[in-house]
């Protein structure tokens, strides 16, 4: 199956600072990949939807100026985590469907875990 | 009322068991009902998928919709120790996907 990576897979960082999560789809184009966040023993809540080409949409209740979204090609998004605050420290899982775009064949990321001091 | 309701348990069975999982749905408009399967610090996996009421099987699995009553299982025969992970249900309608909180299955050796 399509493979989509993500780096890096853990980072920490201190609270204030700046971090980014990149996506890519290593073997099939993806003009829109999705953003999640897990927190612990809680189900993936989708963030935002980010589309190649045009602005991304976040979801009820995302910041959209702290997560900062850019699909900058047809096989890289990325998500910026501005101002990182420990409530912020999550683990943050991007997805991308293949060329068929059926939502059930979306492929995802290993993860990033992301952790403000 | 959360649009997808699942125990998450943990649920821990011997080696060999029939494992079922279940989740509740409210939102009628779900069109595709899917199972994930996630290990530790891990993206989730496809293990089944279906868009209709009725039974699904593959291998070891068997995904089983009830769109009248918006219930929703996966059953696991013959359960192997690999089978420990996350289970998480999913449902879509349109191009997003709304998750279960998980079910932590544990298979005794």
């Known amino acids: 199956g399509a493979v989509v990576s993500q780096h890096p897979s853990w980072v920490i960082c201190k609270s204030g600072t700046s971090v980014k999560i990149e996506c890519r789809s290593l073997d099939f184009q993806a003009t829109t990949m999705f953003w999640y966040r897990q927190f612990p023993k809680q189900s993936l809540m989708l963030m935002a939807t980010s589309n190649e080409g045009s602005k991304a949409t976040y979801e009820q209740g995302v910041e959209k100026d702290k997560f900062l979204i850019n699909h900058a090609s047809l096989t890289l998004s990325t998500l910026t985590v501005t101002s990182a605050h420990p409530e912020d420290s999550s683990f943050y899982i991007c997805?991308?469907?293949?060329?068929?775009?059926?939502?059930?064949?979306?492929?995802f990321g290993p993860g990033t875990r992301l952790t403000v001091l | 009322q959360k649009e997808v309701e699942q125990d998450p348990g943990p649920l821990s069975v011997p080696e060999g068991a029939i494992v079922s999982l279940n989740c509740t749905y409210s939102?009628?408009?779900?069109?595709?009902f899917m199972w994930y399967r996630q290990y530790s610090r891990k993206g989730p996996e496809l293990l089944m998928y279906?868009?209709?009421?009725g039974n699904k099987e593959d291998g070891r699995f068997t995904a089983q919709v009830d769109k009248s009553s918006k219930y929703i299982s996966l059953f696991i025969r013959d359960s192997q120790p690999s089978d420990s992970a996350t289970y998480l249900c999913a449902m879509s309608e349109d191009d997003k996907i709304i998750f279960g909180k998980g079910t932590r299955l544990h298979i005794l050796p």
């Open positions: 279906t868009y209709s009421s």
């Open positions: 939102n009628s408009a779900f069109q595709y």
């Open positions: 997805s991308a469907p293949d060329f068929s775009s059926r939502v059930y064949e979306q492929f």
